[in-house]
């Protein structure tokens, strides 16, 4: 499995988080955004760290300004959120606002970017898959440090 697998796969884990989401209980919300908050985190953070820095040497025009743009928007819906999980009425609004960005995103990401990436070797981004996945626990674990601050009592 490459880096780019890696990605997508964790794409698709999105996806059935937001409808998971949809589909959950109302006393079953507040959990689920903590995961798609962390999952979010994760994914956003790997991209940025490892896979961005090379997109923008291979992608060119205004589509890798428009993903990055796009990430912009994520973080500022994500720290919205990481405040909101336990708040129904701004928890609902920032979810419904956020699957819109990221159902956007994801698309472009898997039709603009990653095929150019894909023919790349993997010393390129400057870790191979199995380096993106132990870094994706570190990420994991920075992304539930930040939610533990702003969890209810
Ligand atoms: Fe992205
Ligand atoms: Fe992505």
Known sequence: MDIID???QQHRDLEALFEAYRAAPDDERPELCVRLAE???LHSTLE???VYPVARGVVHGPRIDFAVEEHGEMTQLLSELMHACWDVRRREA???QLEAVVAHHLTEEERDVFPRLR???EAAFGLSSTELARSASD???EARRHLEVVAPP
């Open 6 to 8: 890696v990605l997508i």
């Open 119 to 121: 023919k790349m070797d």
């Open 94 to 96: 920032t979810v419904r």
């Open 139 to 141: 990420a994991r674990q």
């Open 48 to 50: 940025e760290r490892w």
């Open 39 to 41: 999952a979010l985190t």
